[in-house]
């Protein structure tokens, strides 16, 4: 079984600077900003130089768009109970699932916000009408995808049950164009054991799949610095955190595993590579080098 294995890789040089990063560390997915992620970029769109050097680095390296995903801003919060900033993420959001089609990418994902007010059940709701929103508003075969959060403080998208009701509330037609995905170190901060024994993970994606109807669309591989139910959403390198490596080989075995991007988001050596260096990350290569161990670990054992 071959993996979509992944990183977020560094876009120092423009997005066809991380395809070729991927590329050189034997990549077939990534995941990529479009644009610069402290911002709303509501206003940002993709200019044909930029889409036509991403195609050609697609074509240097062979790997797929629909392989690679987004991750949207970090400042969109659209749980907000503040019409304004709900006004303006939402359409940073919908604007970033129009960036992402005309990259061709197969995903976007997004943290979904939190409810400041304290109502989960109104703020969960309004991500529900955001992501409506720009499914309406933008054509494509582009997912969106929630993202699972480590629960802090009043962030929405912990349990498998609020993830539930954030796609249920989006009209029937849409729904094949929206979907999740799950962060491994999100789930052991938010509680999940992963590590308990070697049936954790296949559990914890069972409920997930059960509650939802559909298994996550996507895996970020992030071990995590925090304890479990620690609520602290800090990444380490697989093997070097509180869950360890074994239960991301347990993962790989499961068939929830195949054919959806896995993609790493571990703290990387280089955070500025030139921007004509083509050079993987060295925690990258090290991080796909024991991925695949593991994959061809996992593969042995079915």
């Known amino acids: ?19 070729r990063r991927a590329g050189n560390a034997g990549m077939r997915s990534l995941q990529l900003f479009t644009a610069v992620p402290k911002f709303y970029n509501e206003k940002v769109g993709v200019k044909p130089e930029r889409l036509a050097r991403w195609r050609a680095a697609l074509d240097e390296t062979g790997l797929q768009a629909e392989h690679a995903m987004a991750h949207a801003a970090y400042v969109l919060n659209v749980a907000t109970p503040d019409a304004e900033k709900w006004e303006r993420a939402s359409a940073g959001l919908a604007k970033e699932l129009e960036r992402s089609t ?29 992501m409506t929103r720009a499914l309406e508003g933008v054509d494509g075969r582009t997912k969106l995808m929630v993202e699972n959060t480590a629960g802090a403080g009043s962030t929405v998208a912990r349990t498998a049950d609020e993830i539930a009701a954030i796609l249920d509330g989006i009209p029937t037609a849409l729904r094949a164009r929206a979907g999740y995905g799950l962060d491994t170190c999100h789930l052991y901060a938010s509680g999940f054991d992963l590590g308990r024994d070697e049936g954790a993970v296949a559990e914890v994606l069972d409920e997930f799949e059960k509650t939802i109807g559909a298994p996550p669309g996507f895996f970020h591989l992030n071990d995590s610095e925090g304890a479990l139910a620690s609520n602290r959403d800090r990444h380490a390198l697989i093997g070097e955190g509180q869950i360890g490596a074994a239960p991301f080989g347990w993962l790989l075995a499961d068939r929830r595993a195949r054919g959806v991007p896995l993609i790493l988001e571990t ?6 590579p030139a921007e004509d260096d083509a050079t993987p990350d060295p925690h990258d290569v090290r991080m796909m080098a024991l991925l695949t161990k593991l994959a061809d670990g996992a593969g042995r054992g079915r």
Do not use: K
């Not at 993996?3 to 876009?11: A, E, R």
């Not at 005309?102 to 955001?130: K, N, W």
């Open 1 to 19: 079984m071959t993996f979509l294995l992944g990183s977020h890789c560094p876009d120092t040089g423009g997005i066809a600077m991380a395809v």
């Open 267 to 272: 703290p990387h050596a280089v955070d500025e």
């Open 102 to 130: 005309a990259l061709g990418l197969g995903m976007v994902c997004f943290h979904p916000g939190a409810a400041t007010d304290g109502d989960r059940g109104a703020a969960l709701m309004r991500v529900s009408v955001a």
